[in-house]
């Protein structure tokens, strides 16, 4: 069943990078969010049951409702271009994606490690890298932040790969971390909005004293 | 027997066009066509002569019937549900994919020979679209294999229910990305609008601008077979061989029916693809296609991960 789920996972990288409507991110943001709470569901069943409520409503509240919710509303206010430029064309971006899971699955089948479970690491791993890229290929912030939540998704990912006795306290951290840096890119974005009336990082060089 | 198969999927590829125009007629909010109407319109194609510019070779008149033929030899290496095909040895999933791939290339070369400016350049994206979307058909038929040990169609498909249940996992990537590769080969809608009447906006149209009667119907007939043989591997990863074989045959007729209502809805709901945007479009197919082949190389433990 967690297979499923993490192959699923795996196709909404693919779909990350041949989706070029800034609306379609926030959606992926959800179906990810959905498809975490599920590998969660049926991979940590084994942990305390009030740990285990707590963990599952911590993720679908937080990375399928309110994230999206607040980047569609961060969307909205600033009223960005539904078409996302990026510097590389979507064509290369597919062909990266696809080297990120071979190299991530390579990387995780050379590991023989008892103490990681590889399957979740070869998504993971990919799914960190993938962020990196998406981040450095978009013009736009709005798309940074979207990266960075993949590489959080990915990261979360990571703690359950690390065994099921610590990822409430690593998830805990990062996500606090995450639910402060996005708000606080979501002010961000606004003000950048404000001021230039577009959400494109080119314009910051022009910021003077 | 084993021609009781072949004689299904002759039918189905006669009824699929006729249903898919029904559902596009239905959604539209047109009155339905006949289901037979696009037969009807074969056989008044078929009343026709053909006519040939002064300016072409006989590459133009042979084109049609060697894709037809090609198509026609493909289907001999498919088969309904638990039956045996006519031609099968190891690795005859290559001949299968090349054998398409001829017609497809005399077409290509049939419209190059005409001269004309439009279907040299149709005949150029199908060229390339076909080129994209090959991969696609072979990663997943190399999951597949890797799967069940085999190398030849029969044996892929009969033994693929058997091991596990993860099988249907891979049943159900493969059936996404073989649906998505017969609209690409058959120039449907997010690659290329049938209907379309711009020239520059077309693809698989534009290529056969020049044929007419006889030669016209015979192209028709072999993108019906296509639609067919893809609905037919597909509804092999669907059909339970264990049971009585009359009971697959209706499957197998539902199934592809209802794969010419898919078509007809998907036809309807979704808009062509900027042609600059066809090609990543198709390269995703394959990039689904790894993904799905990743996963059986660790459901089927060649690779094992803890």
Redesign the interface.
Same mark, same amino acid.
């Given at each position: 069943m967690i297979? #499923?789920f993490i192959?699923l996972y +795996?196709?909404t990288l #693919?779909?990350f990078? =041949?989706a070029?409507r800034v609306s379609k991110y926030v959606i992926l943001l959800f179906i990810q969010g959905v498809l975490l709470f599920c590998v969660l569901f049926f991979s940590l069943y084994k942990i305390e049951i009030f740990d285990f409520i707590f963990i599952l409503l911590e993720t679908i509240l937080v990375k399928a409702i309110i994230l999206p919710w607040f980047m569609n509303k961060v969307r909205r206010q600033n009223q960005l271009k539904r078409e996302n430029d990026t510097y590389i064309? *979507?064509?290369y971006s %597919? #062909?990266i *994606? *696809?080297i990120c =899971? =071979?190299v991530s699955?390579f990387l +995780? !089948?050379k590991l023989q490690d &008892?103490q %990681?479970? !590889?399957?979740y690491f &070869?998504v993971a791993f990919a799914s960190v890298i993938f962020g990196i890229y998406f981040i450095i290929i978009h013009r736009n912030i709005f798309s940074h932040v979207v990266g960075y939540l993949i590489i959080e998704n990915g990261i979360f990912l990571i703690s359950l790969a690390l065994g099921s006795k610590m990822p409430m306290m690593v998830n805990l951290a990062v996500l606090l971390d995450v639910l402060m840096g996005v708000l606080v890119l979501g002010i961000f974005v606004n003000r950048i909005g404000n001021t230039f009336e577009s959400v494109e990082i080119g314009h910051l060089t022009q910021l003077k004293d | 027997m084993e021609v009781l198969s072949i004689f299904l999927i002759l039918l189905t590829a006669l009824l699929i066009p006729g249903i898919t125009g029904m559902t596009k007629a239905k959604i539209a909010g047109r009155k339905m066509p006949s289901v037979f109407q696009p037969i009807k319109d074969i056989i008044r194609l078929f009343k026709k002569g053909a006519i040939y510019s002064t300016s072409t070779s006989f590459i133009y008149k042979v084109a049609p019937l060697v894709y037809l033929s090609s198509v026609s030899v493909s289907i001999l290496f498919l088969s309904v549900g638990s039956k045996i095909s006519l031609i099968s040895f190891h690795g005859d999933f290559l001949l299968f994919a090349y054998l398409l791939a001829i017609g497809k290339f005399f077409m290509i070369i049939s419209a190059m020979d005409t001269g004309s400016s439009f279907e040299g350049m149709g005949a150029n994206r199908e060229a390339l679209y076909s080129m994209l979307v090959e991969p696609a058909f072979f990663i997943i038929i190399a999951s597949l294999a890797l799967f069940t040990d085999y190398t030849s169609l029969n044996e892929l498909f009969s033994n693929m229910h058997i091991s596990s249940n993860f099988s249907y996992v891979i049943g159900i990537a493969a059936s996404y990305v073989l649906l998505n590769t017969a609209m690409t080969e058959n120039s449907r809608m997010p690659v290329d609008d049938p209907k379309t009447h711009l020239e520059l906006t077309m693809i698989h149209e534009v290529m056969i601008l020049d044929n007419s009667g006889f030669d016209l119907a015979i192209i028709h007939i072999s993108s019906w077979l296509k639609f067919s043989i893809y609905g037919t591997l597909i509804s092999k990863f669907i059909i339970v061989t264990t049971l009585p074989f009359y009971i697959q045959a209706v499957y197998f007729i539902i199934i592809q029916m209802i794969l010419a209502i898919v078509i007809g809805f998907l036809e309807s709901f979704r808009a062509r693809n900027k042609m600059e945007k066809n090609p990543q479009w198709i390269i995703m197919l394959s990039a689904i296609a790894i993904v799905a082949f990743l996963s059986t190389l660790i459901i089927s433990q060649k690779i094992i991960l803890n």
């Open positions: 297979d #499923i192959i +795996s196709m #693919i779909y990078a =041949l070029e064309p *979507v064509f %597919i #062909i *994606v *696809v =899971l =071979l699955f +995780s !089948s &008892t %990681i479970h !590889s399957k &070869t | -």
